[in-house]
């Protein structure tokens, strides 16, 4: 089956940077839209950025010009490259992957914190 494993949250002070990373196993990620979401504790999860097969790119305005995402096809890996790092980015970071619109596939999350 397909899995995802992500890596390289932590804790951090504001303003410093992080690398997340995903593995994907199980398929190809060819053909596959990747994204990273978060979900803070209270809050629902809320999509970060997602990259498409074609690596066409979206971010969500909060992260703009802080965060890079970046597809590896022949590693089959994601990776959200964070930098700027602010107190509200404190989250659980989740990789996901899917086709036709929607997320099919998800990993079971990174914690990113954040210092003040």
């Known amino acids: 089956q397909v899995q995802l494993v992500e890596s390289g949250g932590g804790l951090v002070q504001t303003g410093g940077s992080l690398r997340l990373s995903c593995v994907v196993s199980g398929r190809t990620i060819t053909d596959l839209a990747l994204g990273w979401f978060r979900q803070a504790p209270g809050k629902e999860r809320e999509i970060v950025a997602t990259i498409w097969a074609s690596s066409g790119t979206y971010y969500r305005t909060a992260v703009k010009g802080r965060c890079t995402i970046s597809r590896d096809n022949a590693k089959n890996t994601v990776s959200l490259q964070m930098d700027s790092l602010k107190p509200e980015d404190t989250a659980r970071y989740f990789c996901?992957?899917?086709?036709?619109?929607?997320?099919?596939?998800w990993g079971q999350g990174t914690q990113v914190t954040v210092s003040s």
């Open positions: 996901a992957a899917g086709t036709r619109g929607r997320f099919d596939y």
